[in-house]
């Protein structure tokens, strides 16, 4: 989430600061209002909890009830459906049950990752670990939900496309509301994704992108911080993405299948080196994090507070509950609808049980002297910003590795693209819902989206961003409502897959057959 991040490009001068400058200025209002809404806090105690939080987090624990921890029991059918056990090469979709995970992943993992969990345990302490992976585990089983949902409503159409998630099963939830008001909240979900999609997911990114890129190539004396260059950057970035969403989501998911594995070996084998590289202080690390997770020191809120910034940080960072990923995950190759919320459980796993987790046990394990610092000026109460928490974990990694600024860069940069090519799917299924389908309107967008691209790497929009974020949990009060007025629906699909299990009518595939590329 953008909200979490930093715009790490510098401000503009001139025309292009004077536009910024203007546009913020008009849209502040607007932004306030509607983040003071959708980000309204509930005071408890000396801490104050995100409303919105609060739904997200909710939902994945009645969900995981509803279930029996379905989550749980159901791990190994997800990675046996992740590598094709059960999906045939002819059957109905667009993309593998790996490349749909790989493409979900992508859109979630990011900088949030690395940033976001620095601020986390700092303001949080080392316990807000231990909250963050529970909230992780529980988000596991929304996926679950709402991805099984998305495959269900799926419409396949004639050319062999898919259009499903949200746009198919809210409107099966709204009906009992009548008509209009089932497409008028159907409307508003996709309007507040496509907002978010242009701007946070989209232009944001490539501000970071190329904020990124002047940071390697010699910060603002560099060659990339020279008058143009912004543009140039950004035009070259926009071509690259339009060269792959182009393709629609097969393209898409070629791409983001290779570059999710080289992201997660990239930096969580960094992790790994810095954990193991400091074996001995392992035992330590765990426990000052169970600690600290129920017995916090200098922490506002005390427990309490340790256990909000970890659900918050965790439901900010996998997405589990917004409705993003049900559509990507609706274009899987599969006859069994429950299939793919097995395998979109994965999702919230990979990105907070295992990526926030090792930036976290990373970060206290180093245990910098900046970490030490910032743990002290969190509990006298000053605010600790997301580029701080860049440098943070820029550091902690330098203790073992250094020199690994380049390496983080590089990281934050493929985890910015495949952020971008990702968002493009999700927001063209929400322009098609709106508009309706035809290549011309679709190829329209995409061209408009790649325009976003460019200028995002120019300008810095400030509160249109808070403004993206807002939209973001827009989209999760309504899809939530959704989830909740269809779980009957996802349990019949559960019973139809473990009954088809033990009759045999749902057995393993032929290596030769499985729909594995």
């Known amino acids: 989430m953008t909200n979490l991040l930093i715009p790490l490009a510098a401000e503009s001068d001139g025309f292009l600061g004077g536009v910024e400058e203007a546009i913020n200025n008009a849209f502040e209002p607007i932004a306030t209002a509607v983040t003071d809404v959708i980000f309204w806090n509930v005071p408890l105690g000396d801490y104050s909890f995100p ?31 992740v590598r094709g056990k059960f999906s045939r090469a002819s059957d109905p979709g667009e993309v593998t049950h790996f490349q749909a995970l790989s493409s979900a992943v992508s859109g979630t993992v990011g900088l949030g990752n690395i940033a976001g969990v620095a601020v986390a345990v700092t303001v949080g302490g080392p316990g807000a670990t231990l909250w963050m992976i529970l909230a992780g585990l529980l988000g596991m089983c929304t996926k679950f939900v709402e991805c099984t949902l998305g495959v269900r409503y799926r419409e396949v159409h004639e050319d ?15 009906e009992r509301f ?74 898409i998911a070629r791409v983001t299948s290779k570059l999710v594995p080289i992201m997660g070996v990239l930096y969580i084998g960094a992790c790994l080196l810095v954990i193991f590289g400091n074996v001995t202080q392992i035992p330590d690390a765990i426990g000052t994090i169970i600690s600290s997770a129920f017995n916090p020191e200098g922490v506002t809120g005390g427990a309490l507070g340790v256990l909000i910034v970890g659900f918050q940080r965790a439901a900010f960072s996998n997405e589990a509950g917004v409705g993003s990923a049900p559509i990507v995950h609706s274009a899987v190759k599969t006859r069994h609808p429950v299939s793919e919320g097995f395998v979109a459980m994965l999702e919230p796993f ?4 295992v990526v ?6 990373t970060i206290v394990i180093a245990d910098v002297p900046l970490y030490n610092d910032l ?36 990281a934050v940069a493929l985890f910015a693209f495949s952020t971008l090519i990702t968002w493009s799917y999700y927001t063209l299924k929400a322009w098609t819902t709106l508009v309706g ?32 974020d807002g939209m973001l949990f827009v989209c999760a009060i309504f899809n939530l409502l959704g989830c909740y007025l269809l779980l009957p629906k996802v349990k019949e699909e559960v019973v139809k897959w473990r009954e088809g299990r033990r009759d045999g009518s749902i057995t393993e595939v032929p290596v030769d057959e499985r729909a594995t590329t």
């Open 51 to 81: 409303l919105i939080v609060f739904w997200l987090v909710a939902a994945a624990t009645v969900f995981t009830i509803y279930f029996r921890g379905i989550q749980f029991t159901s791990m190994g059918t997800a990675w046996d459906l």
């Open 160 to 174: 062999g496309t898919v259009t499903g998630g949200p746009f198919k099963y809210l409107p099966v939830a709204f």
């Open 178 to 251: 009548g008509a209009v008001a089932s497409k008028i909240g159907v409307s508003i979900f996709a309007v507040a994704l496509i907002l978010f999609g242009a701007l946070g997911g989209n232009a944001f990114q490539s501000n970071q992108t190329y904020a990124q890129a002047v940071e390697i190539t010699g910060g603002e004396d560099g060659w990339l911080a020279s008058d143009g260059a912004a543009l140039i950057f950004g035009i070259v970035l926009a071509s690259l993405v339009g060269l792959v969403i182009l393709g629609g989501v097969r393209s």
């Open 350 to 353: 990979i990105d907070t049980v």
């Open 356 to 361: 926030c987790t090792a930036t976290a046990l």
């Open 375 to 410: 743990l002290a000026r969190a509990a006298d109460g000053e605010s600790v910003t997301s580029d701080t928490g860049v440098v943070l974990t820029s550091r902690s990694f330098d203790s073992f590795l250094p020199g690994f600024d380049n390496v983080l860069a590089l």
């Open 437 to 468: 389908r035809s290549r011309g309107k679709e190829n329209a967008f995409k061209i408009i989206f790649c325009v976003f691209t460019a200028l995002g790497a120019v300008v810095n929009l400030g509160s249109v961003l808070s403004f993206a």
